[in-house]
C-alpha cells in the first residue's frame, strides 16, 4: 500500500510540474498534439515512472515547422529525435534533464501522408524509444468565408504581442534575438508563434515569451454584443479564437453574433465546432439545444411540403447538435423512404434504434432480424460486430515500418493456452467452417487509435455480416491486449 501511495504521489507531482512546463503549448488545440504517453514496461533500458514524447502540430501544414518534446520523470543525459525522411538527428535541450524541447523545420519535398518521429532517450543506465506519428498535409487554400471549422487558423491581419523577456526567435534555420517590450504582430499560433518583426521580417518565437490580448478583445467583443453591433463582435470574437483555438467561451459568443446577424450556417458551424472541443459545457450545450430547434422546424416545413432532400440537409443538422434526437433520426429516415434510398432509411433508423432500443416505432419501421452468432463464440450466440472506421480521414495510412512491426508482436503473442495469436485463429476459422458456416476471409488491418496502434482481422459470415478480432499493440513496449469480445474469446479459449 506504501509504495502505491508514493507512485501515486510522484505521478501527481510530475503531471503538477509538467502543466507548468506545458504553458508553451497552453491555448493550442490539446487534439492537435501527437502524443505518446505512460509508465515503461519492465525489460526496457530505462525505468520511468511516467514519460512523454509528443509532436506539435499532429498535421504540419505550410508553416513546415514542428514543436518537438520530453517529458520524463528522472533525468536522463540526452534526447535524439530522429525522422523517416531523411537522415536528419535534431538534439533536444533542457535545463533541468527531465523536461526536453526544440523545433524542427520540416525540408522541402517531403511527401504528403503518416511520418514518424523516433525518440531516442538516452541515461547513464541504458536507453528507451518512443515512436510519435505525425501527418504532413498538402497546402491547404486559404479560407474564402467567415465560416469556422475546427483547428482552423484564420488569415486576419495579425494582432499586436508584446515580448516579456528576452528570448530568441527562429527565422528560416537561423535565431534572432528579441528584448523585453518589443512589439510583433502575431500571425498564427503553434507552441512557437509565427510573427512578424518591425521591419517586416517573419518568424518564430515561443509563446511563452509574449502577451497576448485575448482578455481584452474577448471583452470588446461582448460589449460589441450587447450594443447590437454584431459585425464589430464577430470580428473580435473571430480574432480570440485564433489566437486561443480552445476557448470555448470566444466559440459560443461568435455563434451567438452569427445568429444575431442572420446567418444561422455560420453558427452552426462555429458551434459544432465548440461541442467537439469541450461537450461536457453547459452554455454551449443549452446554445446548441436551441439552435437544433429552429433546424428542426426548418426540417420538419420542409418535410410536410414534400421537400425531402432540403429537410435531410436540416435534420443531419438537427443531430449534428443533438444527436439524442430520435424523432429527427426516424424523419430523416423517412425523408430517405420517400425518395426510395431504403438503404439510407434503415441506417437511420438503426441509430435511432441505438438511442433508444425498445421504441416500438423505430422496431416496425425496421422489421429485421437481429439475431447473428459471433465468429470466436461458436456455438454460443452474440451480436455481430459492427465495422467501423476509426481513423481521421487525414491519417489513415500507418507507415509501412510500423505496420509490420504491429502485425508480427500481434500474430506472435500466446494466447492463455500458450497458442500463438496466428494459429489460434486459424484453428477458430477451419472448426467454423466444418461447421457449416460460410465464412470469407477479408485479412488483416492495422489503424491508429490514440498513441496505440489497433490491430484486426476481418471475416465476412454470411452475406454482408463482418466479424472482426481486434488486439490494441504498443510497438515501444511490444505489449498486446485484446480489445473486442471476439479477441477476449480467442484469448482465453484456445
Known amino acids: 500500500m506504501r509504495r502505491t ?20 503549448i497552453t491555448g493550442i488545440d490539446r487534439d492537435e498534439i501527437s502524443l505518446k504517453a505512460g509508465p515503461t514496461a519492465p525489460g526496457e533500458g530505462l525505468s520511468m515512472v511516467w514519460l512523454e514524447a509528443l509532436v506539435y502540430p499532429k498535421i504540419v501544414r505550410s508553416d513546415k515547422v514542428v514543436s518537438l518534446g520530453v517529458r520524463l520523470t528522472a533525468k536522463v543525459d540526452k534526447v535524439i529525435v530522429s525522422f523517416d525522411f531523411n537522415e536528419d538527428k535534431v538534439k533536444l535541450t533542457s535545463d533541468n534533464g527531465i523536461y526536453w524541447s526544440g523545433a524542427y523545420q520540416i525540408p522541402d519535398g517531403i511527401s504528403a501522408g503518416l511520418h514518424v518521429a523516433r ?35 484564420y488569415a486576419a491581419d ?23 517590450g518589443q512589439r510583433v504582430i502575431g500571425l498564427s499560433k503553434v507552441p512557437w508563434y509565427k510573427v512578424v ?16 490580448p485575448i482578455g481584452e478583445y474577448f471583452t470588446l467583443g461582448q460589449e460589441a454584443y450587447h450594443s447590437k453591433k ?27 453574433s452569427y445568429e444575431q446577424q442572420g446567418n444561422i450556417e455560420a453558427s452552426y458551424r462555429v458551434i459544432k465546432t465548440a461541442i467537439e472541443l469541450d461537450d461536457r459545457d453547459m452554455e454551449s450545450r443549452v446554445f446548441s439545444n436551441h439552435l437544433a430547434k429552429r433546424y428542426y422546424a426548418i426540417a420538419n416545413k420542409d418535410f410536410k411540403g414534400g421537400r425531402f432532400h432540403e429537410a435531410i440537409a ?27 434510398m431504403g438503404n439510407e432509411a434503415r441506417a437511420s433508423y438503426g441509430e435511432a434504434l441505438r438511442n433508444d432500443p425498445d421504441n416500438p416505432t423505430v422496431l416496425a419501421l425496421l422489421n429485421v432480424q437481429t439475431s447473428h452468432v459471433a465468429l470466436a463464440s461458436v456455438p454460443q450466440p452474440a451480436k455481430p460486430i459492427k465495422v467501423v472506421k476509426t481513423m481521421p ?55 491508429e487509435r490514440g498513441s496505440k496502434f489497433l490491430v484486426r482481422y476481418l471475416c465476412e459470415q454470411g452475406q454482408e455480416v463482418l466479424e472482426a478480432f481486434e488486439w490494441v499493440v504498443d510497438v515501444d513496449t511490444r505489449r498486446v491486449s485484446a480489445y473486442n469480445d471476439n479477441a477476449r474469446l480467442l484469448m482465453t479459449r484456445w
Not at 5 to 24: K, Q
Not at 234 to 256: E, N, T
Not at 315 to 335: A, F, N
Request: hydrophobic share 40%.
Open 5 to 24: 501511495i508514493i507512485l501515486v504521489l510522484l505521478v501527481s507531482m510530475f503531471l503538477t510540474v509538467s502543466a507548468a512546463y506545458g504553458s508553451e
Open 119 to 153: 525518440y531516442a532517450i538516452i541515461g547513464d543506465k541504458g536507453e528507451i524509444q518512443r515512436t510519435v506519428e505525425f501527418f504532413v498535409d498538402r497546402p491547404a487554400m486559404p479560407a474564402s468565408n467567415d465560416d469556422v471549422s475546427h483547428g482552423e487558423v
Open 158 to 180: 495579425g494582432w499586436p504581442l508584446t515580448v516579456t523577456s528576452t528570448t530568441s526567435a527562429l527565422v528560416e534555420g537561423s535565431s534572432r534575438v528579441l528584448y523585453t
Open 197 to 212: 518583426f518591425e521591419d517586416g521580417e517573419v518568424g518564430y518565437i515561443s509563446a511563452m515569451k509574449v502577451k497576448e
Open 230 to 256: 454584431f459585425s464589430s463582435a464577430i470580428s473580435y470574437f473571430k480574432d480570440v479564437v485564433a489566437i486561443d483555438k480552445r476557448f470555448i467561451s470566444g466559440y459560443l459568443w461568435l455563434a451567438k
Open 314 to 340: 436540416a435534420y443531419q443538422k438537427v443531430i449534428d447538435l443533438k444527436p439524442s434526437s430520435i424523432t429527427s433520426w426516424v424523419e430523416l429516415g423517412k425523408c430517405y423512404g420517400n425518395l426510395g
Open 393 to 447: 480521414k487525414t491519417s489513415n495510412k500507418v507507415p509501412a515500418l510500423v505496420a509490420d512491426d504491429s502485425l508480427i508482436i500481434v500474430k506472435a503473442e500466446k494466447t492463455r493456452k500458450g497458442t500463438s495469436i496466428d494459429s489460434a485463429l486459424r484453428s477458430v476459422i477451419a472448426l467454423t467452417k466444418s461447421l457449416g458456416t460460410p465464412v470469407a476471409e477479408k485479412g488483416w488491418e492495422i489503424k
